[in-house]
């Protein structure tokens, strides 16, 4: 992978040069929905997507396109669109690659959206998925059919954390010459690269650590640039001529970089998830401190670990980087700098207990997110999953004493002492059950 | 678009529109171990523009299957065949880097078939040295790594551009793998043998434009300044980038190049 600069300056510097005209240091915010055309000559250029340059900020906007330059640049991607959330990211991804008829391989370890997405939505739409064990290579390679246009999974699945072996499976999808999408939400580039491991496409949800400080929802695709679209009867819609910019091929036209630019021409022009120019701004802000934020998460979720291990309230703890977790080999490989900031762990005592602990903390905040610079929790049991019953959770991968955590930047000793009055909560309701 | 010719599969990009008989040809040549994604930038413009575009794989580069050539003369004589069997009889030929050589050479040995000569980041030779041929017959990717990240300046490798999300190193390098892995060290060694520039550039009678990088670490600027000189009338600009600038600089360059068939 070509890079002349190190990751912390590409995360300063990436698309961005002082304002010639006024010296604006940081990224200006261009707060607009167009731009006007200097002729007419320029106008029918930039429509029809043969030079760069903005129209419309629904297509493209120089502070989005500054974000965009940034994260293709860190993930070493050939070209990256941003979008409103990592979710239209997921659809864009889907809706430019598959048509109706088409089929996927997914992972059955993902974030619940992802999963219904495919599950439910997509399959109105005449697209099929077949769910798969992330690690069950042979099952993975088994399911690809003459029909599947795309491999999907997560590199640190949510909320399982169960990690995909993304080398060996790549493999596999490149001999049977399908592209493989990852969504490394989870990893962000600064602890793994998934391109570098032969995965073709990524999906961000930039709304967690790459943003970092819960303060807006965005998305985006990178495109590794290092997948054939060329078979015309397989992708007719990225290989074959197209409707949009007179019937060109994208492939032929724009070669590598072919996939985002049928995003931008078609998904973010037809569907519109667009990124608003100041979300792009809140996001640049939080990548500016993304190597330092991951080197603290990381350094925090460590003490974390070794906290809830020995904390008798505990029933049991998971996370890649503990030697006994089932992929624990591959996250060593594939994630040397450690496996993210995410812990789940088990409470003594149930759905109850954990409740009660969730209820009594209180600098951890209790909500539906992850990947902020303060420490999160959700306790599925009582929330998101409080409608099922332990069977029916258990099916989901899930138990009802789970607790997830997102291991914030605060000083881990406040965050011990939290916990502790958690626990103790949570104590009193497992000894009353016993 | 495909076509068999000369008994290989050959692709040349015309932007998405069949040739028309009674336009102007531009026929773009592009460098060592590249292929027609260098002018993705200035393909469709111009077509747009109202031209026809030629901008040939050559062989063994991009969509382009069979041996490759393996010198100069014979990339002129194969890009001369080629016009032949398109039936177009006179171009503007736009070369980037050794596609620079290329043209020179078809100016002086057909130059029936020259309208117009533009040379971007070019000069009249191109010695290679020793350690990216040998880098590039033993690791290929890691040769494309080098002239990628030699061929931006600073401004480049941070992917500065109004082309929204794209980051040149890795795009540059995405275009080089898409060639065949011998493809690079066979077009170094044509460079580096090439020694007919200077007589060629001597017998251009026609008006011509040369578009040079400030900060080109592949072909340096004063090599391209004594080409223009070389050159009874060529006209010249200077634009701040690096080796690679019809990627850095698109926008720049098509307004030079507009101008000049222009004028
Ligand atoms: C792994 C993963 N992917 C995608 C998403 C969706 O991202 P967003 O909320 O930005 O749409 C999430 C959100 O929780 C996630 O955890």
């Not at chain 1, 690809?144 to 599947?148: A, E, L, S």
């Not at chain 1, 929330?383 to 099922?388: A, G, N």
């Given at each position: 992978m070509s890079e002349k600069y190190k990751f912390d300056t590409m995360s300063l510097h990436?698309?961005?040069?002082?304002?010639?005209?006024?010296?604006?240091?940081a990224v200006p915010i261009?707060?607009?929905?167009s731009y006007v055309f200097k002729d007419t000559d320029e106008a029918a250029a930039l429509y029809n997507m043969e030079?760069?340059?903005?129209?419309?900020t629904r297509i493209s906007n120089p502070t989005i396109a500054t974000l965009e330059q940034r994260l293709a640049s860190l993930d070493g991607g050939v070209s990256c669109v941003a979008c409103s959330s990592g979710m239209a990211a997921m659809h864009l991804v889907v809706t430019a690659i598959c048509s109706s008829g088409d089929h996927i391989v997914a992972s059955n370890k993902m974030y619940g959206a992802n999963i219904n997405l495919l599950q439910h939505t997509m399959t109105r739409f005449g697209i099929e998925t077949t769910f798969v064990n992330p690690n069950n290579l042979e099952e993975i390679e088994k399911a690809?059919?003459?029909?599947?246009k795309l491999v999907f999974g997560e590199v640190?699945?949510?909320?399982?954390l169960d990690v995909m072996n993304v080398p060996e499976v790549a493999k596999i999808c490149n001999k049977k010459n399908v592209p493989l999408a990852i969504d490394a939400t989870f990893n962000t580039p600064y602890l793994m690269k998934p391109i570098t491991y032969g995965a073709n496409i990524l999906i961000h949800s930039l709304t967690k650590w790459i943003g970092g400080h819960g303060i807006a929802i965005g998305g985006a695709i990178i495109n590794g640039?290092?997948?054939?679209?060329?078979n015309k009867e397989k992708f007719p819609t990225i290989s074959g001529s197209h409707f949009?910019?007179?019937?060109?091929s994208f492939w032929e036209e724009f070669g590598p970089s072919a996939l985002t630019a049928k995003i931008r021409a078609e998904g973010m022009y037809n569907f519109g998830p667009s990124l608003s120019p100041n979300n792009a701004f809140y996001i640049l802000q939080g990548i500016e401190t993304l190597s330092l934020r991951m080197k603290k998460h990381i350094e925090n979720t460590k003490m974390m670990l070794k906290f809830l291990k020995e904390n008798?309230?505990?029933?049991w703890l998971r996370h890649p980087?503990?030697?006994?977790?089932?992929d624990h080999k591959i996250a060593k490989k594939i994630l040397p700098l450690g496996s993210g900031s995410i812990i789940v762990f088990g409470i003594k005592g149930g759905r109850d207990a954990g409740k009660a602990f969730i209820e009594n903390v209180k600098l951890s905040s209790h909500l539906?997110?992850?990947?902020?610079?303060k420490t999160l929790l959700i306790h599925p049991g009582s929330?998101?999953?409080?409608?099922?019953s332990s069977e029916a959770m258990k099916m989901s991968g899930?138990?009802?004493d789970m607790i997830r955590l997102s291991v914030g930047l605060e000083d881990i000793e406040d965050i011990k002492i939290d916990f502790e009055k958690g626990f103790k909560a949570a104590a009193k309701i497992s000894s009353k059950r016993s | 678009m495909y076509k068999d010719f000369k008994g290989n599969k050959v692709y040349f990009s015309t932007g998405g529109l069949n040739l028309v008989n009674d336009k102007e040809t531009l026929c773009f040549v592009h460098g060592a171990?590249?292929?027609?994604?260098?002018?993705t930038q200035q393909i469709r413009y111009f077509v747009s523009q109202g031209y026809n575009v030629v901008a040939p794989d050559f062989?063994?580069?991009?969509?382009s299957e069979g041996n490759q050539t393996t010198s100069i003369e014979e990339d002129m004589l194969w890009l001369a065949e080629l016009l032949a069997f398109l039936k177009i009889e006179k171009a503007t030929f736009i070369g980037h880097s050794q596609g620079c050589l290329t043209i020179l050479e078809l100016a002086e040995k057909?130059?029936?078939?020259?309208?117009g000569l533009v040379f971007v980041a070019g000069a009249m030779s191109i010695p290679v040295n020793d350690f990216l041929i040998d880098t590039s017959i033993n690791n290929p990717e890691k040769a494309y790594d080098l002239m990628v990240t030699w061929g931006q300046d600073s401004y480049g490798s941070f992917s500065i551009?109004?082309?929204?999300?794209?980051?040149h190193l890795a795009e540059g390098n995405a275009i080089m793998k898409?060639?065949?892995?011998?493809?690079l060290s066979t077009d170094l060694k044509s460079c580096n043998l090439y020694e007919n520039g200077k007589q060629a550039a001597s017998t251009i009678n026609i008006n011509c434009l040369a578009v040079l990088a400030?900060?080109?670490?592949?072909?340096?600027l004063k090599k391209g300044l004594q080409m223009v000189e070389n050159i009874k009338q060529c006209d010249y600009k200077i634009l701040e980038?690096?080796?690679?600038l019809p990627i850095e600089k698109p926008k720049e360059l098509n307004a030079l190049i507009k101008n000049y068939l222009n004028s």
């Open positions: 990436s698309g961005h040069v002082p304002d010639k005209e006024t010296g604006s240091r261009y707060q607009t929905t030079v760069g340059g903005h129209l419309y690809i059919k003459p029909n599947t640190i699945g949510n909320p399982g640039g290092n997948f054939d679209w060329g949009a910019l007179n019937g060109i008798e309230a505990v029933s980087d503990l030697e006994d977790h089932p539906a997110n992850v990947g902020d610079a929330t998101t999953h409080s409608h099922l899930l138990t009802d | 171990g590249q292929n027609h994604y260098s002018f062989p063994g580069h991009g969509f057909k130059p029936e078939l020259v309208m551009s109004d082309w929204p999300g794209h980051n898409m060639n065949d892995p011998s493809v400030k900060f080109d670490m592949m072909t340096p980038c690096g080796h690679f």
